[in-house]
């Protein structure tokens, strides 16, 4: 039976081949690349999304007390306020 075997010194490997597996290494990263940054966006979408929410949520509140109890006004404001400007910070700190 004959031995099929051909032996490999390391140089015999085509240009083409080496270019293929560069390209397609290059592929992996870039690829690899674009779903953290997609990830990360997406994250920073929804962070503010429930921020935004929260926001409306704390403003209806916030209407909501003064007319049950108009003398807490200037403390519903300040509540509401430092938890948009807290929100708003940790959004640009994203």
């Known amino acids: 039976m004959k031995n099929n075997i051909i032996p490999h ?7 083409t081949q080496i270019s293929l597996a560069l390209t397609n290494n290059a592929n992996r990263v870039i690829v690899r690349q674009a ?10 979408a929804t962070l503010a ?6 926001v409306g949520a704390l403003s209806a509140l ?5 007319r049950t109890v108009p003398f ?4 519903y404001k300040q509540i509401a306020d430092a ?3 807290s929100a708003a910070a940790r959004i640009l700190r994203w």
């Open 62 to 66: 916030e209407q909501h007390l003064y």
């Open 9 to 15: 010194d390391g140089l015999s490997i085509l240009p």
């Open 72 to 75: 807490g006004e200037a403390r």
């Open 83 to 85: 938890y948009a400007l």
């Open 49 to 54: 999304k429930i921020a935004m929410e929260n």
């Open 35 to 44: 779903t953290i940054e997609a990830t990360h966006d997406q994250c920073g």
